[in-house]
C-alpha cells in the first residue's frame, strides 16, 4: 500500500460551492432535451452514482468500548453544525460530478440526537445536487435514550426510511460494563416502536466476546431478542481498543480476557441460531431476512463510490471536478471545531487525500468483497479489471486449490467466494489470497502486459 499523502483543504478546489442545481453534467444535458427529442434515442451510459456517509461525531457519554470519532458536547451549535454538512455536502458532490446517490446514511456518534431539521436540511441539499429517489435507502444510526417515539415519528416524517438501533445487550450488567446510558427494558421499548413505525427496516445492532460473558449468557439473551426483532441484527465481536476504558480495564488485570476460543464459540452459536430464525447471513457481520439487506453497507462491499461528510468520515470517489482520474481515500478532519472552520473557508474539511493505484482497489475489492456470502463474480471484478480475470490471478493458484479442498473457498464459473465454514475465518484467507493477487499483479508488470 503507498503511504497516504496530506493536503490542505480546499487546496485544488477554486471556490466554495454556492449552488447544486445542476451539478456537473447532468445539466448541460438537462440543456439539450429538447434537442435529443428530435434524434433517434440511443443508449445512454449508467449515470455516475455514490453513496453518502454523514458522520454526526457527538455522543450524551462516551462508552467504555467505543474509539470512534465521538464527543460530549459543551455548548453545541447545531446550526453551524448543520450549515457546515450541508456545504459539505454541496462541495464534495459537486467535486465527485455524481449524478445519483444511492443511498444515504446518518451514522456517528449518535446521529438520533441531532434535531430533525440539520438531518432534513442535508437531505434537502442531497436532492438538490444529484439525484436521489424517492425510495432511496435512507438509514438513521439510533441509541434508545435518545430515540423516543414522537422523535422517532418525526425522523420518519422527514424522509428516513431504516432504523439501526444500538441495543448492543439485553443484560443491564453488561450495560453497565460497555459504558450504555440505557437500560435492557428501554432498548426493548425502543425496539417495540420502531417496528411500529420502520416495519420490515429496523435493524438492531448486538456486541458479544466481553469479558466474562459465557456461551450460554449470549445464546439465551440472543434467543430472546429474535423472538422480538425485526429482519436484520448485526453482530459485532468487542474489540479492545487501545486508549478506550475497557482496554485499560483488561490491561490492569481488573477484567478477564476474552478467550478466544470462546468467542468463536460464540460467533458460531449465533450464526446457527439466525439461520434457524431465516436470516441469511449475507456479510460476515450482517443477517437479513425478508430480503432486508442493507443497500448502504452493500455499497461499501461491492467497491462503489462513497462519499464521507462530516468530522472524520471517510470516502472513496473520483474527483472528476479537478480533472482527478483516480479513486481517492479520504478523511475529513476530526476535530468538529476544526472541521467547522474548514468547511467555512475552504467549502469542505478535507484533511487527508490518498489517491489509490489500481492495484491498491482492487485488493479493496477483493478483501470487501469476500466479507459478503455471494463473494466476488467474474463480472463484478472485471468492471475494477478488464485485462486481470479472476481465473489469471487465481486460476493456477496451489494454494487457492487447496483452500477450496478444505472446504474454505468456492472457486468457479460464477466467482470467488468464502463458503459457510470459510467466512468464519475469512482474515487468515485474505491473508493468502492478497499474496496470490500482489504477486500476479507483479508479473503482469514484469511481463509489459
Not at 441495543?167 to 417496528?195: M, W
Not at 478466544?260 to 447471513?281: H, I, K, N, P, W
Amino acid at each position: 500500500m503507498a503511504v497516504p499523502g496530506w493536503l490542505r483543504p480546499g487546496a485544488r478546489l477554486t471556490a466554495t460551492v454556492r449552488s447544486c442545481q445542476t451539478p456537473g453534467p447532468a445539466g448541460a444535458e438537462a440543456s439539450g432535451a429538447a434537442a435529443r427529442s428530435q434524434a433517434p434515442r440511443r443508449a445512454e451510459p449508467a449515470p455516475r452514482q455514490a453513496a453518502l456517509y454523514v458522520h454526526w461525531p457527538y455522543c450524551q457519554k462516551c462508552c467504555s468500548y467505543c474509539n470512534f470519532n465521538k464527543y460530549v458536547p459543551r455548548g453545541l451549535d447545531e446550526a453551524s453544525m448543520r450549515r457546515c454538512l450541508t456545504q459539505e455536502a454541496q462541495t464534495l458532490i459537486q467535486l465527485s460530478q455524481v449524478q445519483r446517490i444511492s443511498s444515504v446514511f446518518f451514522g456517528g456518534g449518535t446521529p438520533s440526537l441531532a434535531s430533525p431539521l440539520t438531518l432534513a436540511a442535508v437531505l434537502e441539499t442531497v436532492s438538490r445536487c444529484a439525484h436521489l429517489a424517492a425510495d432511496a435507502e435512507i438509514t438513521l444510526e439510533a441509541n434508545p435514550t435518545s430515540a423516543g417515539a414522537s422523535q422517532l415519528a418525526a425522523f420518519r416524517a422527514l424522509g428516513i426510511n431504516r432504523l439501526s438501533i444500538g441495543i448492543q445487550s439485553l443484560d443491564d450488567a453488561e450495560l453497565r460494563l460497555l459504558g450504555r446510558n440505557h437500560t435492557a427494558d428501554e432498548a426493548l421499548g425502543t425496539l417495540e416502536e420502531a417496528k411500529k413505525l420502520f416495519p420490515g427496516r429496523t435493524s438492531i445492532d448486538l456486541i458479544f466476546g466481553l469479558p466474562g460473558q459465557s456461551v450460554a449468557s449470549w445464546a439465551g439473551r440472543l434467543e430472546e431478542l429474535l423472538q422480538l426483532c425485526d429482519d436484520h441484527v448485526s453482530l459485532y465481536q468487542l474489540t479492545l481498543e487501545r486508549g478506550t476504558s475497557l482496554f485499560k480495564q483488561v490491561q490492569a488485570g481488573s477484567l478477564p480476557v476474552p478467550e478466544q476460543e470462546v468467542v468463536a464459540e460464540m460467533y458460531e452459536a449465533a450464526r446457527e441460531m439466525l439461520r434457524d430464525a431465516g436470516f441469511r447471513q449475507y456479510e460476515v457481520s450482517n443477517f437479513a431476512r425478508n430480503g432486508a439487506l442493507s443497500a448502504h453497507n452493500l455499497s461499501y462491499w461491492r467497491g462503489s463510490q462513497y462519499i464521507g461528510i462530516g468530522p472524520g468520515a471517510h470516502g472513496r470517489f473520483v474527483p472528476r471536478g479537478n480533472g482527478g482520474s483516480l479513486r481517492e481515500a479520504r478523511i475529513q478532519t476530526l476535530a468538529p471545531d476544526s472541521w467547522m472552520k474548514e468547511v467555512l473557508a475552504f467549502g469542505h474539511g478535507t484533511r487527508k487525500r490518498t489517491a489509490l493505484s489500481q492495484l491498491e482497489v482492487l485488493e479493496e475489492v477483493l478483501v470487501l468483497g469476500l466479507r459478503m456470502d455471494v463473494g466476488i463474480t467474474h463480472k463484478h471484478w472485471l468492471q475494477f479489471a478488464a485485462s486481470l480475470s479472476l481465473w489469471d490471478v487465481f486460476g493456477t493458484s496451489a494454494e487457492v486449490k487447496a483452500l477450496e479442498d478444505q472446504g474454505l473457498l468456492l472457486f468457479d464459473n460464477r466467482g470467488l467466494r468464502c463458503s459457510w465454514k470459510g467466512l468464519a475465518v475469512l482474515d487468515s484467507l485474505l491473508l493468502i489470497l492478497l499474496t496470490q493477487l500482489q504477486q500476479s499483479w507483479a508479473d503482469r508488470a514484469a511481463h509489459g502486459t
